[in-house]
């Protein structure tokens, strides 16, 4: 799933890129720049009301149990024995990632491939290449560094190749957005909490990343750290895209009542370089083994500390398409 890079990270020797190997996120030559502005905007705007962040496709469906059956997402052994646990040793784990975390990861490319239920519906899987520099890059653990983001869609085909930027003191903290094809003839800029930007999102663009995954296990988790009704198992070296993980599995035995509830909870933490690969809720359904899917994000060929700089988080950047 990953091959590693030279970093640039100075300081301490850093483990997550022991095994690295220099890339970045590459992208397709920039198209002919157009100039009948007007037109195009008006298009433009209509087409993204209809389509932007992702288009839900079918109605709520049932998804597999487990990660270890056939997904979009990559499989997972079934050979090994899940251990009990406990919600406090889970919250460790996710606490000693973050510090890790924190302290040696700048920047990172990866293939991000997630499914949502929104509105009771179930959207189709959809893959995006991104780039993200970290609040904490430099081993500020106090997180004070603007954030920064880019994606590209990879799939599904309707929205494939719709450019995103974001930063958190870039454009007045908008989206800076073009879609695909003759769609994207023009830049727009998008309130990232707004109508057309959530459209098809459960969540704005600034909670995505290795990072924000970790820290809303802790705040979920917390809130379940006595809950007599949660159990917690996990299952240990497993192989995920090539990586060694552990299977952190959380059950509830009734419903909370409380928003985002879940039946079922796993989480894939990569052990050698203390990241989280995945996370996949289910929610509840009739038939307990197969649960609705409520959310999944798999992260893969993540790849540490490349060297991001300003130039990857602006919309010039001559390898992006934007017009």
Known sequence: MCSESDGSYVGPTDPLNQANQETAVRQPAAPRRWSWFSFVT??????????????????????????????????????????????????QIAEDVTLHMRQYLDDYTALLVKQETIGGVLTEPAELAIKVMCTHRGGKMDESEPMRVYLRFVSPPTIAGREVIWGENLHDGKLVVHEAGLMGLVTLQLDPTGMIAMRGQRYPIYEIGLTKLVQKLI????????NPDISVTIKRDLQLDGHNVDLITVLRRRPS???????????????????????????????????????????????????????????????????
Request: net charge negative; proline share 10%.
């Open 42 to 91: 008006g298009i433009l705007a209509t087409s993204l009301v209809f389509t932007f962040v992702g288009s839900v496709k079918r109605p709520l469906a049932v998804a597999p149990s487990s990660p270890t059956s056939k997904t979009p997402n990559g499989d997972l052994p079934t050979d090994a024995q899940a251990a009990p646990s406990s919600m406090e040793e889970v919250l």
């Open 219 to 226: 705040e979920r988790g917390g809130a379940d750290r006595n």
């Open 257 to 323: 009542g409380k928003e985002d509830d879940f039946s079922r909870a796993e989480i894939c933490f990569d052990t050698q370089r203390k990241l989280p690969l995945r996370y996949t809720a289910y929610g509840w359904g009739s038939d307990a083994n197969k649960p609705p899917l409520i959310e999944s994000y798999t992260y893969k060929d993540v790849r540490t500390n490349v060297g991001l700089s300003e130039a990857d988080f602006d919309p010039q950047n001559p390898d992006y398409q934007f017009p």
